[in-house]
């Protein structure tokens, strides 16, 4: 009688281990298939070797030109991979701004670019304020004229050179506010 009734138990403790091992292994399938699969496993839609794009404004000038080796848009992310960027973000009344990266990632048509790897950004023809930056990784909202990373920063003025773990940089006022850790001198003007 005790050998049936521990007979009993083990086979509802199997049944039961049967059924929780099947149903987590339907609902690890229902995820794997939900999941979004990774950046590295998607596939371009679309590609350019060694292309330009040029950009306009709603009036018809010129807003932004951007060249490099390759161009991979991505559907899935309204993004674009593109390896060695070079750069030109004209403003309307102000300098254009000119720049180059190892990479970077164009979003959303353009309203953010995301720029890594020894990467350089001037408005050096500015004859009245030049500007150069340089860092590992900079985030450009080109409609709000602004710049931003949280890495280690190296600025250059005509009488200034700084550094800074940071900063947020107003291209059009070319006013900068250095974060963290900042390092420099400003020699006075004539």
């Keep these: ?15 039961a281990l049967g059924i929780l091992v099947v149903g987590l292994n ?9 999941t ?9 839609d679309h590609f350019m070797i060694n292309g330009t794009h040029f950009q306009y404004d709603q009036a018809g ?33 102000q300098p254009a701004w000119f720049g180059r990266a190892d990479q970077a990632t164009v979003i959303d048509s353009g309203a953010q670019m995301m720029l890594n790897g020894n990467t350089f950004i001037t408005n050096g023809p ?4 030049p500007l150069s930056l340089a860092t590992e990784s900079l985030r450009i909202l080109p409609n709000q004229g602004l710049a931003l990373t949280s890495d ?31 390092r420099g001198h400003i020699q006075p003007g004539n």
């Design 126 to 129: 500015d004859p009245q304020n």
């Design 36 to 44: 979004e699969p990774a950046r590295e496993d998607l596939k371009p």
């Design 61 to 93: 000038r010129l807003y932004s030109q951007i060249s490099g080796q390759r161009f991979e848009h991505l559907k899935e992310y309204a993004a674009t991979d593109i390896s060695a960027p070079r750069f030109q973000l004209y403003r309307p009344n």
């Design 26 to 34: 339907v609902w690890q399938q229902q995820v794997s298939q939900t």
């Design 1 to 15: 009688m005790l050998s049936r009734l521990n007979l009993r138990w083990l086979l509802i403790n199997l049944v």
């Design 152 to 182: 280690y920063a190296s600025i250059e003025g005509k009488r200034s050179n700084m550094t800074s773990i940071g900063l947020k940089m107003d291209m059009d006022n070319q006013t900068l506010a250095l974060l963290n850790q900042v």
